[in-house]
T-cell receptor, first 115, second 115 residues
Framework: DVKVTQSSRYLVKRTGEKVFLECVQD?????MFWYRQDPGLGLRLIYF???????EKGDIPEGYSVSREKKERFSLILESASTNQTSMYLC??????????????FGPGTRLTVL | AQSVTQLDSQVPVFEEAPVELRCNYS??????LFWYVQYPNQGLQLLLK??????LVKGINGFEAEFNKSQTSFHLRKPSVHISDTAEYFC?????????????FGTGTRLTIIP
């Protein structure tokens, strides 16, 4: 079974703190994604990566950065957390469309609260 | 660019009644279509997907969806729902043009089953 794990299920941070959210997948997927989920807004793409050390901005990259030093790991970084970044963060991975894994597999999510 | 519209943000249904969750999309290129389900406090998991072939797609837990190219729709149906179907459902599209690996999600439909 494909597995995508996220380092924390719940996280509480203070305004201004630097926050790291980690995601690991075990299926050698090329693509990895970070989404933010808010009520009534669905899933919005923050950043994605299609290869090690490669990254692309999604729809809402402001206030976030990412790191992908190894193929299986994709980190989301909040350089200076703010209260409007309180949200559910979901990581996902996928192979290419032509691969066997032509769908996105999701982790369980991290619910981040910034006080 | 692509967009996905899920017109119904909430759908209450009595147990054992049928349900249809609507999804319409727009895209300048051909797309693949997906339905994901999110149970309370969990990540998303794939219900079903349409890549090619028969326009009627069957998924897990008794759900099915029909791709209608002329109406650009991919509605999700189940003939008889159970309490365990209470969840949020997301429709998504994936462009078929090479190199574009991003999913675009709708805003979700919260399905509530009434005993």
């Amino acid at each position: 079974d494909v597995k995508v794990t996220q380092s924390s299920r719940y996280l509480v941070k203070r305004t201004g703190e630097k926050v790291f959210l980690e995601c690991v997948q075990d299926m050698d997927h090329e693509n990895m994604f970070w989404y933010r989920q808010d009520p009534g807004l669905g899933l919005r793409l923050i950043y994605f990566s299609y290869d090690v050390k490669m990254k692309e901005k999604g729809d809402i990259p402001e206030g976030y950065s990412v790191s992908r030093e190894k193929k299986e790991r994709f980190s989301l970084i909040l350089e200076s957390a703010s209260t409007n970044q309180t949200s559910m963060y979901l990581c996902a991975s996928s192979g290419s469309l032509s691969s066997r894994y032509n769908e996105q597999f999701f982790g369980p999510g991290t619910r981040l609260t910034v006080l | 660019a692509q967009s996905v519209t899920q017109l119904d943000s909430q759908v209450p249904v009595f147990e054992e009644a049928p349900v249809e969750l609507r999804c319409n999309y727009s895209s300048s290129v051909s797309v693949y279509l997906f339905w994901y389900v999110q149970y309370p406090n969990q990540g998303l998991q794939l219900l079903l997907k349409y890549l090619s072939g028969s326009t009627l797609v069957k998924g897990i837990n008794g759900f099915e969806a029909e791709f209608n190219k002329s109406q650009t729709s991919f509605h999700l149906r189940k003939p008889s729902v159970h309490i365990s179907d209470t969840a949020e459902y997301f429709c998504a599209v994936w462009p078929t043009n090479f190199g574009n690996e991003k999913l675009t999600f709708g805003t979700g439909t919260r399905l509530t089953i009434i005993p």
